[in-house]
């Protein structure tokens, strides 16, 4: 079983529809959690990040954990064409004195006007 | 706001040659690491990097890949003789501390081996 599965879609929605985009895992020495979202050919950009169980909001865009299920989400509300892009979940883990970060696949999201 | 800066953008290198990326981290930050993207592919983690020494290496990361800082603000990633299959984006990524705090990426190298 792989460590982070996500949903590669793609996800084709109209502007101003409410995206629900999903990742599970299956190892439970993760605890923190980061959204990122990923434009074509350019780097990882930080969206989230919650360590808890339960909802982190900011702006048009909430994280969900639940930890019981080994399952995190993030919603986009009011989504607009800008926000189309690949979304990341990941995961750090320790590894030596660091901690490295375990990335899902990504999912494309495609918001049309 | 501060921003972690990747040269150059785009590599072109002939298979057996050796090629150096370079990274700015973000200036505060004390935690380095490299990742790569394959087209298509997950980003998968490389290596890390702490106080002048390796932290951790992923079993990509072999005897052709080194990583150095060879002063106060540069991260730099050496692939010794590239192979076809290093063809990849490279990011670079830094983090303020080490326990499991967020990791800020680079804009990232595109690396063709030909």
């Known amino acids: 079983q792989k460590e982070v599965e996500q949903d590669p879609g793609p996800l084709s929605v109209p502007e101003g529809a409410i995206v629900s985009l999903n990742c599970t895992y299956s190892?439970?020495?993760?605890?923190?959690f980061m959204w990122y979202r990923q434009y074509s050919r350019k780097g990882p950009e930080l969206l989230m990040y919650t360590y808890s169980s339960g909802n982190k909001e900011d702006g048009r865009f909430t994280a969900q954990v639940d930890k019981s299920s080994k399952y995190i989400s993030l919603f986009i509300r009011d989504s607009q064409p800008s926000d189309s892009a690949t979304y990341l979940c990941a995961m750090p883990s320790r590894g030596g004195s660091n901690y490295k970060l375990t990335f899902g696949k990504g999912t494309l999201l495609t918001v049309n006007p | 706001e501060p921003e972690v800066t990747q040269t150059p953008s785009h590599q072109v290198t002939q298979m057996g040659q050796e090629v150096i990326l370079r990274c700015v981290p973000i200036?505060?930050?004390?935690?380095f690491y490299w990742y790569r993207q394959i087209l298509g592919q997950k980003v998968e983690f490389l290596v890390s990097?702490?106080?002048?020494?390796?932290?951790?290496k992923s079993e990509i990361f072999d005897d052709q890949f080194s990583v150095e800082r060879p002063d106060g603000s540069n991260f730099t990633l050496k692939i010794r003789s590239t192979k076809l299959e290093d063809s990849a984006m490279y990011f670079c990524a830094s983090s303020p501390q080490g326990a499991s705090a967020p990791q800020y990426f680079g804009p990232g190298t595109r690396l063709t081996v030909t």
């Open positions: 990097f702490y106080n002048n020494e390796i932290s951790e």
């Open positions: 200036s505060n930050h004390l935690y």
């Open positions: 190892n439970s020495a993760f605890q923190y």
